[in-house]
Every structure is written in C-alpha cells, then in structure tokens.
C-alpha cells in the first residue's frame, strides 16, 4: 500500500468547490408520494467524466484473500437505512433484482450500519483479526473511508474492470482520502438540515433556533454524526465548517447541544434510526438528513413531512461503497459496484431514495423517468443551490482533532 497522504480537504468540499466554479421503463416514483412541491429545483452543471485510472500498486501491496467470486457467485452488501430502492409489494429491491438476473450472481442485502462509529467498531476488530464479517460491501461517509483505508482494511478495486466507474463525476474522483478511487466509489451523497411534521408544529421552521421552542421540548431528535449535527448548530453560530475552525469554536457548538439535552428540548441522540422516533410521533421534529425525510413522506404518505436547509446553512457528504479485506468475493463485489453506476440504474435508485446521485448521465435517465425528479437540487444540486444555500463540508480533522473532538462529543450523547 502507498504511503497514505493526510487528507487536507474533505470530498465534499470537492463537490461543493466543483460546483460553484462551473458557471428502464417509466414507473411509479418517491416523487409520487412526495408531491412536486417539496422537489423544484434547477438541473446540475457538474462536469462529464473520463474513465478513473486503475491502481498501479495497491493490490500487489496488500495481503489479500483468495477471491473465490468465479466459482462462488454471491455478494453480500452491507448498507444504512432506506437507502435503496424496495418495492412494498414485492418485498423485494428490484435494481438487485434486476442484477441478480442479469449477472446470475446471488446478491444480499442488509441494512447493518446505524452510524459510523458503532459499525467501524463492530467490524474493525474482526478485520485487523483477518475473520470474515459476513459482507462484501460496506457504506461509511467520508471520513470513517478514510480511517478504513488508512488502516489496510479495504481491498483495492480493478477499476479496469468496473467500465461504468468511469461516470463518477469529476468532482468526486480525486478525493484526499482516496486519489484515483483506488479503494471506493461514492454511493449517494446527501445534505443535513431540519425535518419537521408542519402539521403538528403547526408552522415553518426556518433556523435551528426555531427547534428550541417550548412547544417543542422533548419532541426533537438529533443525529449522532457530529459533523452533521454541530456541523449545523457551528454554521448557525457564524462558523466556517470548511475552513480553519479551532478547539474553541467546535466546543461552543458541543455545549449548545449539550445545554439542549439537559434543558430536555433534545429527546434522543441517534444514528439512522432516529428515523423511528419521527415515525412513532415521539418526536416530531430535528436535525436529520435530506432523503430519510422523503423517505419518511413517502412510507407515512403524510405530506407534513418538510426538509429544509437552515437559513444558516446545511452541510454535504458522501458516502462511498468498500471492499472488506477479509472478502472472498471482491470481483463479485466489483460487478455490483459497477452496475450501480450504469446511469439507468443509478437514476432508479435516485427516484427512490431522493439523496444527491454521483453517476455521470443519471439526471438525463431521470427526466425519463420523472422530469420534476430531474430538477431537484436535493438530487442534482446546482452550483447556484449550494452557493445560495451556504452548503459546506465539515474539513478534514487532523487524528488528534478527530480523536479529542470525538471525545468530547461522546460525553454529551452518553457513549
């Protein structure tokens, strides 16, 4: 393995800086559900792709399993919440369908990560211990990639052999935390923000402000990503995330959040299940991301369901697809990877989960499917969106930083 370069920026504020400087058959969509209201927008102008060069090295460094793929055709994908497409009828994920047909490769799918830290913490020893984890695909955003490649527990991929790989958008290529997408492709990216039931508020919540109301005390959830939910709470305290924040400023955000707690206004701290709080009706409004709410719109068929981006801003980031260092079925692994990219494919997956798509040519496969979808700034942000928007990317922290800050946030939610 190559020497691993300290990332100075985050993928995301590639995405974001990207951006700004560029001036199958029809079916029933999320967007059905939704309502055209809650998705307008304007189309994005991200740049075209080449195809992404394919590692010189990475593979002959590295100690890998025997892959097994060619007479053991299965793959095992390990993701978060609602974050592909199902049909309710069915029972079933028909784009996995669809590949298991076309491929004859028996794929499984499993909803295993509920944040970052507890999954990284589940599978990380099992890793280093050279055990198989049962999955040959795993999901963590950007800066846990990060830490799974830095510390060998990814494979690298054959990016000559992935021909849709190539419809990555520009913006995402060349990541700091992996150069030439040796050992990841991004599933979705997606924004933070406020969700809220506007019809048992009983108004539009515009700041994060507006989620420390006495009426909603006790009825707000918060995210356990902390890049997400201080990210939020130091934007509306005046902070550039992007930029060269200190100790002080992140320490701030952390004693908002912790007065919230103690004050009783925030009612639970929780990865991607906080979605179930929101369900329930325990909680009826809080720091979310963008797709679980279009998600929950459509699942509730309740049109209250609102996102929206602070009017101090929203953050961005990236999720991105690995191969676990214990698979056995790397190149099986590689075929789902890459079918995801087909831009038809992609554009299917999109509809439903409504998070911002990576796939080069999936917005025009999307005006087949729903024109209103094609426009969306939630799925194909703009460069004037993000500007206007004050979307920003947590910076990349240094492993002291991460280390003390994920301390320090640890304290407040419990852990």
């Known amino acids: 393995m190559k020497p691993f370069r300290p990332p100075a920026d985050p993928v995301v504020a590639d995405l974001v800086r990207a951006a700004r400087a560029s001036t199958r058959p029809r079916s029933v969509t999320r967007r059905s559900l939704l309502g055209a209201g809650v998705l307008g927008g304007v189309a994005t102008t991200l740049a075209g792709c080449a195809p992404p060069a394919p590692p010189a090295s990475g593979a002959a460094q590295l100690k890998l399993p025997t892959d097994v793929s060619a007479t053991d055709k299965v793959v095992r994908f390990a993701n978060w919440t609602a974050y592909l497409d199902y049909d309710e009828d069915a029972k079933n994920y028909p784009t996995l369908e669809a590949f298991i047909k076309e491929s004859g490769i028996k794929a499984t799918y499993t909803e295993d990560v509920d944040d970052n830290d507890s999954y990284f913490n589940k599978v990380a020893p099992q890793l280093r211990a050279k055990q198989d984890i049962g999955r040959d695909i795993f999901v963590f955003t950007d800066w846990m990639a990060n830490r799974v490649i830095r510390d060998q527990l990814a494979q690298p991929l054959e990016l000559i052999r992935m021909p849709h790989a190539a419809n990555l958008l520009d913006?995402?290529?060349?990541?700091?935390?992996?150069?030439?997408?040796?050992?990841?492709?991004?599933?979705?990216?997606?924004?933070?923000?406020?969700?809220?039931?506007?019809?048992?508020?009983?108004?539009?919540?515009?700041?994060?402000?507006?989620?420390?109301?006495?009426?909603?005390?006790?009825?707000?959830?918060?995210?356990?990503?902390?890049?997400d939910t201080l990210g939020l709470v130091m934007l509306n305290q005046g902070v550039d995330i992007s930029g060269g924040f200190g100790k002080a400023q992140f320490e701030a955000a952390v004693a908002e959040i912790?007065?919230?707690?103690?004050?009783?206004?925030?009612?639970?701290?929780?990865?991607?299940?906080?979605?179930?709080?929101?369900?329930?009706?325990?909680?009826?409004?809080?720091?979310?991301?963008?797709?679980?709410?279009?998600?929950?719109?459509?699942?509730?068929?309740?049109?209250?369901?609102?996102?929206?981006?602070?009017?101090?801003?929203?953050?961005?980031?990236?999720?991105?697809?690995?191969?676990?260092?214990?698979?056995?079925?790397?190149?099986?692994?590689?075929?789902?990877?890459?079918?995801?990219?087909?831009?038809?494919?992609?554009?299917?997956?999109?509809?439903?989960?409504?998070?911002?798509?990576?796939?080069?040519?999936?917005?025009?496969?999307?005006?087949?499917?729903?024109?209103?979808?094609?426009?969306?700034?939630?799925?194909?942000?703009?460069?004037?969106?993000?500007?206007?928007?004050?979307?920003?990317?947590?910076?990349?922290?240094?492993?002291?930083?991460?280390?003390?800050?994920?301390?320090?946030?640890?304290?407040?939610?419990?852990?």
């Open 258 to 415: 912790d007065k919230r707690i103690a004050d009783g206004y925030i009612r639970r701290v929780k990865g991607n299940s906080y979605i179930e709080d929101l369900k329930s009706g325990n909680a009826i409004a809080g720091i979310v991301w963008s797709g679980d709410l279009f998600v929950l719109r459509a699942e509730t068929e309740n049109d209250n369901w609102q996102f929206v981006i602070p009017e101090s801003g929203g953050t961005l980031w990236s999720d991105n697809m690995m191969v676990p260092i214990t698979s056995t079925h790397r190149r099986n692994a590689m075929a789902l990877m890459d079918y995801y990219y087909e831009p038809a494919v992609a554009a299917q997956v999109a509809a439903y989960v409504n998070y911002v798509c990576p796939v080069q040519g999936a917005q025009a496969e999307m005006e087949k499917i729903d024109p209103d979808l094609a426009s969306s700034p939630f799925i194909f942000p703009d460069a004037a969106y993000l500007k206007d928007n004050n979307i920003q990317g947590f910076r990349a922290l240094s492993s002291q930083e991460d280390a003390d800050y994920s301390a320090a946030w640890a304290k407040v939610v419990g852990n």
């Open 171 to 227: 913006a995402l290529k060349d990541v700091s935390f992996d150069p030439g997408r040796e050992y990841s492709l991004t599933w979705q990216s997606g924004f933070a923000g406020i969700g809220y039931d506007r019809s048992k508020v009983g108004r539009d919540l515009k700041t994060l402000d507006d989620l420390w109301a006495e009426d909603l005390k006790g009825k707000v959830v918060v995210l356990s990503e902390f890049r």
